[in-house]
């Protein structure tokens, strides 16, 4: 528990400094979050006994069932929630974890949280606000077309590697968690805007494998790619909170009003268990139970 919790500790004093300095939050603001976070921590280390980036969304639940048994008030724990998301988001724009474990976590009784979902024309409007007549905006909309029409996580789409592309076949090669691999078809759209945006780096690429590139050659890391999403969106003036996973709860949710199997979805996202697949959907609640226990039985 110690070596764990030096680790809470460093984590924690980052973050403190991110919150104070970066986004400027006030002096009790700050305090109220450390002390939330030092709550949270402390129930993780002495009920699990792991570091930040071993926490997962069971962990984050059992907290706030926690909270809810010894009777902390719905605003208190809305309170506390949204410290530990915070916490956890941190530590995503600081690519120590892939994603937050509290992102789709809610308080208990404060009933279910749908994400935001983009509809089509939305895609389309982010995807024009971009400006085309440069090399990184032609990168930009490959990058987002990807994202979208093939529903990957931002993890999976900043480590495609050029071997990754298998264009003849019409589909690309993912690598997802625990190095696990899934083929996903790739659209002529996205096809076709990747095939420009390689064209113009061909030149400067020299061995670099990896397919989106900044524009020292490197490969992008986790921040670039929120940092572009969030500039298309207010040029776009999208009133809406949305992140890279935001596109891929659009595919999921696109491909099941579409008529596509929650099974369909689950392999194509590649979730383990079907039961993950839920947080995706937008159906009628016991239609989705039927659903789900219908191909559990298969």
């Given at each position: 528990m110690a070596e764990n919790g030096k680790k809470w500790e460093e984590q924690a004093k980052r973050f403190r400094t991110y919150i104070r300095l970066e986004k400027r939050l006030s002096a009790n603001t700050v305090e109220s979050y450390m002390r939330d976070l030092e709550q949270f921590a402390h129930f993780?280390?002495?009920?699990?006994?792991?570091?930040?980036?071993k926490v997962d969304r069971s962990m984050v639940e059992s907290f706030?069932?926690?909270?809810?048994?010894?009777?902390?008030?719905?605003?208190?724990?809305?309170?506390?929630?949204?410290?530990?998301?915070?916490?956890?988001?941190?530590?995503?724009l600081s690519d120590r974890i892939e994603e937050s474990p509290a992102e789709f976590v809610?308080?208990?009784?404060?009933?279910?949280?749908?994400?935001?979902?983009?509809?089509v024309r939305e895609i389309d409007t982010i995807m024009a606000a971009i400006d085309t007549s440069t090399v990184k905006g032609r990168r930009d909309t490959a990058m987002i077309e990807v994202l979208y029409s093939c529903g990957l996580r931002?993890?999976?789409?900043?480590?495609?590697?050029?071997?990754?592309?298998?264009?003849?076949?019409?589909?690309?090669?993912?690598i997802g968690k625990g190095d696990k691999q899934r083929l996903?078809?790739?659209?002529?759209?996205a096809r076709e805007k990747i095939q420009v945006y390689?064209?113009?780096?061909?030149e400067r690429r020299g061995s670099e494998q990896t397919l989106f590139l900044n524009n020292r050659g490197r490969g992008l890391t986790r921040v670039m790619v929120f940092t572009v999403i969030r500039n298309a969106v207010e040029r776009a003036g999208i009133d809406k909170r949305i992140s890279p996973h935001t596109f891929r709860h659009s595919f999921a949710?696109?491909?099941?009003?579409?008529g596509a199997s929650i099974r369909q979805v689950q392999e194509l996202l590649g979730h383990e268990s079907i039961?993950?697949?839920?947080?995706?959907?937008h159906l009628d609640s016991e239609h989705l139970r039927e659903t789900v226990e219908r191909h559990l039985k298969l």
């Open positions: 993780i280390l002495r009920t699990y006994d792991v570091p930040p980036h706030m069932s926690r909270l809810y048994e010894r009777g902390s008030e719905k605003t208190s724990q809305a309170r506390t929630l949204s410290g530990v998301r915070g916490f956890f988001n941190f530590l995503l809610e308080a208990p009784k404060f009933g279910r949280h749908l994400p935001d979902v983009l509809t931002v993890s999976e789409l900043t480590s495609l590697r050029l071997g990754d592309l298998f264009f003849g076949e019409g589909y690309i090669r993912v996903v078809p790739l659209s002529a759209a390689l064209d113009d780096v061909r949710t696109h491909l099941l009003e579409g039961l993950t697949t839920e947080i995706y959907t």
